[in-house]
């Protein structure tokens, strides 16, 4: 077995002060940071939010959300606080007539000529996940659900998700969701 650690849209904008910051959302940091050294050879993967500044997602074109992750502004850019630099990217969202790419599965590879998320798994072997980022009522979530539709063993890693909560109690829902649907707790 071999898990890999997919670090959901761990970008500028989804922390404190960002476009659409995740309340507490800067408190990840340091548990994905003690987790990735803790396990060095475990395959990296990191999805980024990638919008064109158009697009149905954002509110200005009958989306639920304003302006954020724009590609090629510094919000999209990763948090500098992580240590990622193994990571493998993956882009998503840059259709501009859905409001789709909410989950990391719909991410395709920034440098192997847009391989898919799945397809990279396979090629590296990874059969489990140890999935965190931001934000788990959204991103994560979606991606969680995609991987347990797709049989692969799932474990939500708690301290390194955040909600953004649009309604009180959102990110509780989401975990229940999620654990519902096969994913296991991982403190
Ligand atoms: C996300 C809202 C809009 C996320 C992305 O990464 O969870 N949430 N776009
Ligand atoms: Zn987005």
Redesign the pocket.
């Known amino acids: 077995m071999t898990f890999g650690i997919p670090l ?2 761990p970008q500028v904008d ?1 922390f404190p002060g960002g476009a ?1 910051g995740v309340r507490d959302g800067d408190q990840i940091v340091a548990p994905i940071n003690e987790l990735l050294r803790r396990h060095p050879k475990a395959p990296l993967f990191a999805s980024r ?1 990638w919008h064109p500044v158009s697009t149905r ?1 954002f509110a200005a074109r009958g989306g639920k ?1 304003p302006l ?1 992750c724009v590609q090629d502004t510094p919000g999209a850019e990763f948090h500098p606080g992580l240590e990622m630099a193994r990571a493998e990217v993956f882009d998503k969202g840059m259709n501009p007539d859905d409001d789709a790419g ?1 989950s990391a599965f719909e991410g395709v590879s920034k440098v192997q000529r847009g391989r898919s998320l799945a397809d990279t798994f396979a090629v590296r072997h990874v059969d489990a996940l140890l999935v965190a980022g ?2 788990t009522d ?3 979530k979606a991606s969680v659900l995609d991987a347990l539709k797709r049989n692969i063993t799932t474990f939500l890693f708690t301290p390194g998700v955040r909600a ?1 909560e649009l309604q009180p109690g959102d990110g509780e829902r989401a975990i229940a969701e999620m654990r519902a649907a096969g994913a296991l707790l991982v403190s």
């Open positions: 959901v849209d989804f659409l939010d997602h959300w954020h909410y931001l934000a959204y991103c994560v953004v």
